[in-house]
């Protein structure tokens, strides 16, 4: 299953990027998504979840308030605004499908990856 994400870039603290992450038809409409990030030598993380009707979205501590994780599922994409970006949020971001409608914190819960996209904040 292809996952592009995309939207990735680099910025100034307290700018916002918006994050997009297609996929195939029946994977994308059909179950949860998630993002994650990865910074080198650390594990990922996750960031944000989004259930496969939108209904229910769950956020990190350390983004919420700031990102805003949406989907369309017409268009198989699921977004990741990011506003007041912290030189911490830089990362490489992975946009992920669940194994399930929901979704959850931990990287078993996604069968598929995309190939992440970086995010570079500076002070």
């Known amino acids: ?14 700018a916002s990027l918006r994050l997009s992450c297609t996929t195939a038809k029946r994977t994308g409409s059909n179950n949860g998504m998630g993002w994650f990030r990865q910074t080198p030598g650390k594990e990922r993380e ?19 308030g700031r990102f805003t994780i949406s989907r369309d ?3 198989n994409t699921v ?11 830089t990362a490489v971001y992975y946009c992920a499908v669940a194994r ?10 996604y069968q598929y990856w995309g190939q992440g ?3 570079t904040v500076s002070s």
Do not use: C, H, P, W
């Open 1 to 14: 299953v292809q996952l592009q994400a995309s939207g990735g870039g680099l910025v100034q603290a307290g």
């Open 46 to 64: 996750f960031v944000a979840r989004i259930s496969r009707s939108a209904d229910s979205t769950y956020y990190a501590a350390a983004v919420k």
């Open 73 to 75: 599922n017409v268009k």
């Open 79 to 89: 977004y990741l605004q990011m506003n007041s970006l912290k030189v911490e949020d």
């Open 100 to 109: 399930g409608v929901y979704g959850g914190d931990s990287v078993t819960s």
């Open 117 to 119: 996209t970086q995010v």
